[in-house]
């Protein structure tokens, strides 16, 4: 084959994308009768949840990522691919990707999502996602480097233009980010820029709904709305923006605001791949799927995670695009595959829904579970406990926990790297 994957008498296998969902399901099957082939466009496991800490500096982006090739060593039967796919093609049984052609017996979409900008140029043009490493990491350069501008700056309104940042999107993500850069600004910036009044920095969160955390309770939306009035961070809810040119940010009914930072942190879509029907996709771009995870009219191709769509008595309108809704959607295939291989039945799926969590900094957080709400300091525990045993691999806790307990006890982190690509120009022989 052109991707070289040996043939065997093992059924194939192939899982496109390493996230929660893809990355589960391989190491569930590899120890089953399965050839995996695991195809993503990064060689690492990114962990989501703490993209916003990469942003504000609070941890390094190696420390939530894990090579994937590191996680199935001495491991024969699964095979890393770094590609891109261009294309499936269900009958034939073949997806295509850069390195070539792939066959498979059981094909698994695993991609995710990417960020929705609802179709405002303007928002996908100057604002700044937060959905992947890089972009994680790019955001961090943005914002270092508007507070190393600002002390060249002498006109108020330009600084504090350079210093304000906005974000859009009231979910764990905005909330999580305005936290930490609520703490940055109170804690980091006064004494890395002695020279600049943070006082004319503001921090401003723009919610279209009602409510903050709208997957979550309402006592818990208004208690993160209160911690995060207490860091002194505006909340704007049921308030809309509707255009951005980089420096004036235009709301509906409200005054513009001035900020060359926009955090879109507003919504999500699918992943889809080429190959894929429009009869087969519901809204946000995700896949039609049905109770064993199986794409509408597609054999042996299925859906997990946040581009899968499935309709269910309990979650009608689909199940939440969160990480548990992968991990649970992966085992199950994963057991379904292997009662394949015994002759036995296959079982439907069923999101047994654990509780959410979100944290708004420093002893500040709220914690949903189907039994128990609470706040403070011991959800605050609590999130980073099941963070940080969420995270792949052992150093990358024991390094994640020392940055946090540093910084607890510190007040302070020394991450604040502006790491710029760089461009090698080739030198031309006369």
């Known amino acids: 084959m052109p991707v070289n994957i040996p043939e065997t008498d093992q059924k194939r296998v192939v899982i496109v994308g390493a996230g929660f969902a893809g990355l589960k399901l391989a190491r569930k099957l590899y120890k089953k009768n399965y050839q995996i082939v695991l195809v993503d466009r990064n060689n690492y496991h990114q962990f989501q949840p703490l993209f916003y800490q990469v942003a504000t500096s609070g941890l390094e982006p190696s420390s939530i990522s894990f090579p994937l090739r590191k996680a199935f060593q001495k491991i024969k039967n699964v095979y890393v691919r770094i590609t891109n796919v261009e294309r499936i093609v269900p009958e034939k049984k073949v997806i295509e990707t850069s390195l070539g052609h792939m066959w498979y017996d059981y094909l698994v979409l695993a991609t995710g999502a990417t960020t929705n900008f609802f179709g405002n140029k303007s928002f996908e043009t100057y604002g700044v996602p937060m959905k992947s490493v890089s972009e994680a990491l790019y955001l961090r350069n943005r914002i270092l480097l508007n507070f190393e501008k600002a002390v060249t700056v002498r006109d108020p309104k330009e600084l504090r233009q350079l210093l304000s940042v906005l974000v859009v999107g009231g979910g764990p993500t905005g909330v999580e980010v305005c936290g930490a850069l609520a703490e940055m600004k109170k804690f980091i910036l006064p004494k890395d820029y002695p020279d600049l009044d943070f006082s004319s920095m503001e921090i401003t969160l723009v919610e279209a709904s009602p409510q903050l955390l709208g997957g979550m309770s309402k006592r818990s939306g208004e208690k993160a ?59 946000g771009n995700r896949i039609i799927v049905d109770r064993y995870n199986q794409v509408n009219g597609l054999k042996d191709v299925f859906a997990l995670g946040d581009i899968a769509y499935m309709e ?119």
């Not at 809810?237 to 004036?248: A, F």
């Not at 269910?312 to 057991?335: C, D, E, F």
């Not at 300091?377 to 020392?402: D, Y």
């Open 225 to 283: 709305k209160k911690y995060l009035n207490d860091l002194g961070i505006k909340v704007l809810l049921s308030h809309k923006v509707v255009n951005y040119d980089g420096k004036t940010v235009e709301l509906e009914d409200h005054e513009s605001f001035q900020t060359e930072t926009l955090i879109w942190a507003a919504g999500i879509q699918g992943q889809s791949p080429e190959g894929i029907q429009a009869d087969q996709i519901a809204r």
């Open 312 to 430: 269910t008595p309990n979650y009608p309108t689909g199940h939440p695009q969160v990480a548990q809704v992968a991990l649970q959607q992966a085992s199950t295939l994963a057991g379904n595959l292997t009662n394949e291989q015994e002759g036995k039945a296959w079982v439907q799926f069923e999101y047994h829904d654990k509780g959410s969590m979100a944290t708004v900094g420093r002893n500040r957080a709220v914690v949903d579970l189907p039994f128990l709400r609470f706040s403070g300091s011991f959800a605050w525990l609590t999130w980073m406990f099941v963070h940080l045993m969420s995270i792949v691999g052992v150093k990358n806790r024991l390094l994640i926990f020392i940055n946090w307990l540093w910084k607890y006890f510190t007040f302070d982190q020394s991450l604040r790297l502006i790491i710029k690509a760089s461009s090698r120009k080739t030198e031309q022989t006369p």
